[in-house]
């Protein structure tokens, strides 16, 4: 018999065992599965009351907040498909997915009234907008919106909802973080978020008793399966409208977190909380991390002084996302705090729903696992996106036969795990050697002085590239350039050493911690 | 993109990231996953090279060594179908599957000599078979096989194997143990077995550091996916090849075994094994177990003197065959422990890629979540076989409305725990009441002389049945009927007390330990 593989059974899994078991905590709102699948219900038939129907394309911009979750389930319910936006983007960037995507209908936060203030005229198939007021939404005056959430809520019906899903076909339209060009939409299907939760679920080892801190915004790429894995098992969703540390710190404590995802700058930032002193972990937190390696250092303070246990985990929103894990082997236990830490810095081997994933050469040849030879990551398998939408010359480009090429570079170490050594186009090519950004910007990085480090290439005369870093140092540190130059001196190739440095105040980097090296390079 | 779900995919992962790590021990050989891959390479290209093709089926009767696993991956390698034997069953039997299986080549051991000898003429279709000569074979000179496994391998090709699978092609053929009629042939695609195991390794909490003993037969649905899912992992398979109570904890000890499989009556065994006294258990052995619910003592005594912890599963063959598991929750940990092997023995909830259980009325309805109205277990989603084998009459008996119907009767507590109460063909109805056969065996189990207990319906003038209980005693143990009648008296409706008791030497049993009821009614 064949069922479609679709994370929306599991709300009805939740629901039927877990009737009474809190779903969603936001704040001082609980919902039960049974309510938070009711309100489903009603959006559901709200929005086809709204002449919505299955194939239908709605965007949503809202933070970390429970309506969040419920358009993840309300949307596709009836076969139509959720477009999240990133709630960090500008009016252009918004009006650009909005079109692109022939969303038919947008719902969107109260707080970002004034990006949509006049949408319709940017996406003129646009023809409705709905705004949520969460109880944490700012108050602003601005009118931009058709219709209210929790108005249209309450006059729908509650009526169980049941459609018949395809698992081939689309559930999202996760927009790329487009650093260099406009960003395109990857197209997930139904069995894609399926089988990337399923790898959640089994290598984050999740359970019926987890409590997940919603950290990471679930516009990416749906939260790295997170809002369909702690469904599946009951568990409970604690939502966190905005990232602040100290909140964040407080929630751990007082939920009883047990389990979060977030980028590496969130832990750097838990780390530098004015309020880490108050904090006293009695319990472990499970914490995947992934978008740039997570420096060895983080990761040892963290486990120290957090009690977190950082999984580091490699994707990108083309393969749902997740394809590999940084798998712990009982004969790591007994090596020293630094190597630990830089093996947990690896994004490791693949999981085991998600495919093959292999790193390849120019010819296709995997490349030798000698942890040095560089080549391209590529993946193969159930995760891999539909394709990009409207954009078949783009697909054609990224999946070549049979294969999707990440556009990350890594060399293989001889027990098979993957280290990625930097985007294709981060590489910096000096006298004909290829320079590791990432080594670079890891050695600037252990220096006590230094906060946050890029390092991009700049045009030479006779080497035609050399590296110039980007440095943000510690509130109250002093360091001369001489000093870092040394420091690096030491500690790289001399060919690798940056040639130019420069102090600024703030680093560029997308929502997930990816530096934008784009806007450095300038 | 879409890829075939399948498990050999996993053998593809182990071979890759684990490639030295001990795929499998037998006795002293010892097979890392390279190692192991190759002769499953030899394998397939040996039987090809005798004339086999996709599609073909090739029936296996092996214990559980290194061979069995072999078939399990090679076979269905290249495409072909593995149909294996219980070795439990008589000549009849065997040939009876081999012939209605369409089987080409058997595959089996020396100790089946005798079995075999004449198959050729009883499976007119069979082309060829293969004797197996595992190191602990016993001596036979019996000819019955056209040739030998291991010089078959020595003379194939080693090179790699790569075919192209469809997810929903038959991967195996598994025929029902068949207690009152003959066994029925149950077709298993590759997704089937992929999801069935996926919620193995999902639910028994599999990592790569496991090490699982065999005792459960690999012909029973294919070891409730135990061929796949430590496979998955880079996990280590330890072979049995003879069920010996003394033998299994010696190699607890001996291979720090961590998980294991198996019947009731296994740890039963393991209870009363005549070393039991040597054992001592340094770490946890997860143990599942299915077939018919443990008694609850038993349950209590294997943690205590075992440290087996213990998960009740559910299944039957048609569904791959797992379909619920007995979720433990942090608020039974407070119970008395008797009320916690109580609910130990509940067949537990739907696990999460299983797809949609239910128990039902006759007309369809869910039965009441309160712990009395009875109905049967039906159940929906992707480990529901494709279908019998050459019988769509009977596909169509077990498969209505998109529903497979277990034939079980269960009961569903207020928490959503389904609880088996017999098999419908079991339940003796009395006076036009319902009588639970399971309920009166384990009020027997409970008397301190009783080793087994088997109740079924014999004919009543008055109420039309009633029941009869055979019973076996603890060695040494002298009890009276009437003692066994006040004692059931005690703890039953007097409808539910046998009415007649016969004391028994042995209960005829299934090798997963389900008493063949048919047998007792004689």
């Known amino acids: 018999m064949i ?73 596709p319910q009836f076969g139509a498909v959720i477009v999240p936006i990133n709630t960090r983007l500008n009016a252009d960037e918004i009006a650009y997915i909005v079109e692109h995507s022939d969303a038919k209908i947008v719902i969107a936060d109260r707080e970002y009234a004034e990006l949509f203030h006049d949408i319709k005229h940017r996406a003129p198939q646009l023809q409705l907008v709905i705004e949520v007021i969460h109880h944490e939404s700012p108050d602003i005056s601005v009118a931009f919106a058709d219709r209210e959430y929790e108005t249209l809520l309450e006059s729908a019906s509650n009526t169980p909802f049941e459609t018949v899903i395809d698992e081939n076909q689309p559930l999202s339209i996760n927009y790329t973080s487009g650093t260099t060009s406009r960003p395109k939409g990857v197209i997930l299907t139904h069995r894609n978020n399926y089988i990337n939760a399923t790898d959640v679920l089994f290598h984050m080892r999740i359970s019926h008793e987890d409590k997940y801190l919603h950290i990471l915004p679930m516009f990416h790429a749906n939260g790295w399966g997170s809002v369909w894995a702690y469904t599946a098992v009951g568990a409970t969703h604690v939502c966190l409208r905005k990232i602040d540390a100290d909140m964040i710190l407080k929630i751990f404590a007082s939920e009883k977190i047990t389990i979060s995802f977030g980028a590496p700058t969130v832990i750097n930032m838990l780390l530098h909380a004015p309020q880490i002193e108050l904090f006293h972990p009695v319990r472990a937190i499970r914490f995947a991390t992934a978008g740039s390696p997570p420096p060895a250092a983080v990761i040892e303070r963290s486990q120290r ?218």
């Open 305 to 522: 002084l957090l009690n977190m246990d950082i999984t580091h985990v490699y994707g990108l929103t083309e393969v749902s996302p997740l394809i590999s894990y940084c798998e712990w082997r009982s004969e790591f236990d007994t090596l020293d705090s630094t190597t630990i830490a830089a093996i947990k810095a690896r994004q490791g081997v693949e999981m085991v729903h998600n495919g093959e994933t292999k790193v390849v050469l120019p010819n296709g040849q995997e490349v030798e696992w000698n942890g040095r030879q560089i080549g391209e990551i590529a993946t193969r398998g159930n995760v891999v996106m539909d394709s990009y939408y409207k954009q078949p010359e783009e697909t054609a480009k990224a999946i070549r036969d049979g294969w999707f090429y990440t556009g990350d570079l890594a060399i293989v170490h001889p027990d098979g795990f993957i280290q990625i050594v930097d985007r294709a186009k981060d590489v910096i090519i000096s006298g004909g050697e290829n320079i590791s950004s990432i080594e670079v910007e890891d050695v600037l990085y252990q220096h006590p002085a230094v906060l946050d480090a890029g390092v991009v290439a700049v045009p030479h005369e006779k080497w035609g590239e050399v590296p110039k870093a980007y440095i943000m140092l510690k509130a109250g540190q002093i360091v001369t350039q001489k000093e870092l130059d040394d420091w690096c001196r030491e500690r790289l190739a001399h060919f690798k050493t940056p040639k130019a440095y420069e102090f600024v105040t703030s680093l560029p980097r997308t929502s997930t911690g990816k530096l934008q090296k784009f806007k450095l390079r300038g």
């Open 3 to 75: 069922t479609p593989l679709t994370p929306l059974d599991w709300k009805r899994r939740a629901t039927k065992l877990y009737p009474e078991q809190t779903a969603i905590i936001d704040g001082s709102m609980h919902l039960t599965y049974r309510e938070f699948t009711e309100r489903t219900w009603r959006l559901s038939h709200a929005l086809r009351d709204l002449g919505m129907q299955a194939g239908d394309h709605i965007a949503v911009m809202l933070p970390n907040i429970h309506q969040m979750l419920e358009c993840f389930y309300a949307i």
